[in-house]
Nanobody, 115 residues
Framework: VRLVESGGGFVQVGESLKLSCVVS????????MGWYRQYPGKPREMVAL???????NYADSVKGRFTISRVNAKATVYLQMNSLQPEDTAVYYC??????????WGQGTQVTVSS
């Protein structure tokens, strides 16, 4: 299973970014997908999840600002990030899970929010 993220970058406070993660090597619509982020020296933390049934869940810190979505026909999961804050600066990782069979990660994409 291969996950390729894109869309990270450098933005100012209050601006938006949209991350994309394209999945190949397995049947996308059977995957539960998620976005995680990692600060330097810290473990990865969940940002947003979307199940294979399109149910979503968010970390409290991003509720109302971030939206996760998936397009099965494109084997892609997105993270729309609005009203970005300096504390959103991190490396963002895409994750794909299917039971205990699949637990795969992308290479990560850097998001930097400057004040």
């Amino acid at each position: 299973v291969r996950l390729v993220e894109s869309g990270g970058g450098f933005v100012q406070v209050g601006e938006s970014l949209k991350l994309s993660c394209v999945v190949s090597g397995t049947t996308f619509n059977q995957l539960n997908m998620g976005w995680y982020r990692q600060y330097p020296g810290k473990p990865r933390e969940m940002v947003a999840l979307v199940s294979k049934y399109h149910n979503s869940n968010y970390a409290d810190s991003v509720k109302g600002r971030f939206t996760i979505s998936r397009v099965n026909a494109k084997a892609t999961v997105y993270l729309q990030m609005n009203s970005l804050q300096p504390e959103d600066t991190a490396v963002y990782y895409c994750n794909a899970q299917r039971g205990t069979i699949i637990n795969s990660w992308g290479q990560g994409t850097q998001v930097t929010v400057s004040s």
